[in-house]
T-cell receptor, first 114, second 116 residues
């Protein structure tokens, strides 16, 4: 596609429910990042993939958060047993190669846990 | 660890006035620096980036920023504000890397309001 696509755009989950957020990066982009943006804050790094390999997951806030990119393209961020503090916008970004190329961001998924 | 500090969570300027959004960074080695803009309910769009070429970087929509090592600053400016510039602006830092990509570390953002 022309840009990074994320779905759904909005998700309301009841506390304790599991959710799955999808990111479709720009075709051919090797690197993929997930960020969490709380209301009124800057995005914070969650995890990074190079192709299908998850090279950095140091930003995942708890073991309830899990990300995968099994075929090196589409990625899914899964949150188990959602809690109110998980409410945020989840942004996905992709870049063509590794080191020094521009990251393109999707529009994000706004998760609200009630 | 790298970090950026954005001074002023809200800035208001009149249309046609100078825009100045401040960003200071902390890094043990010269980093890469970025400014992103975020419109409501949108993702982040890159305005400009500093990657160690010219210290004065020109970006889209008439914005520019100057890397000042002595002041550890990377302030964003625009000579004349337009109503369409109203948005949230984020400064970000990334370490230099020759292999795998590295994450962006963002500031807390500055909301720019443009008034008539």
């Amino acid at each position: 596609g022309a840009g990074v696509s994320q779905s759904p755009r909005y998700k309301v989950a009841k506390r304790g429910q599991d959710v799955a957020l999808r990111c479709d990066p720009i075709s051919g982009h090797v690197s993929l990042f997930w960020y969490q943006q709380a209301l009124g804050q800057g995005p914070e790094f969650l995890t990074y993939f190079q192709n299908e390999a998850q090279l950095d997951k140091s930003g995942l806030p708890s073991d309830r958060f899990f990300a995968e990119r099994p075929e090196g393209s589409v990625s899914t961020l899964k949150i188990q047993r959602t809690q109110q503090e998980d409410s945020a916008v989840y942004l996905c970004a992709s870049s063509l190669t590794g080191a020094n190329t521009e990251a393109f961001f999707g529009q994000g998924t706004r998760l609200t846990v009630v | 660890a790298q970090s950026v500090t954005q001074l002023g969570s809200h800035v208001s300027v009149s249309e046609g006035a100078l825009v100045l959004l401040r960003c200071n960074y902390s890094s043990s080695v010269p980093p890469y620096l970025f400014w992103y803009v975020q419109y409501p309910n949108q993702g982040l769009q890159l305005l400009l980036k500093y990657t160690s070429a010219a210290t004065l970087v020109k970006g889209i929509n008439g914005f520019e920023a100057e890397f000042k090592k002595s002041e550890t600053s990377f302030h964003l400016t625009k000579p004349s504000a337009h109503m369409s510039d109203a948005a949230e602006y984020f400064c970000a830092v990334r370490r230099r890397s020759t292999g795998t990509a590295s994450k962006l570390t963002f500031g807390t953002g500055t909301r720019l309001q443009v008034t008539l």
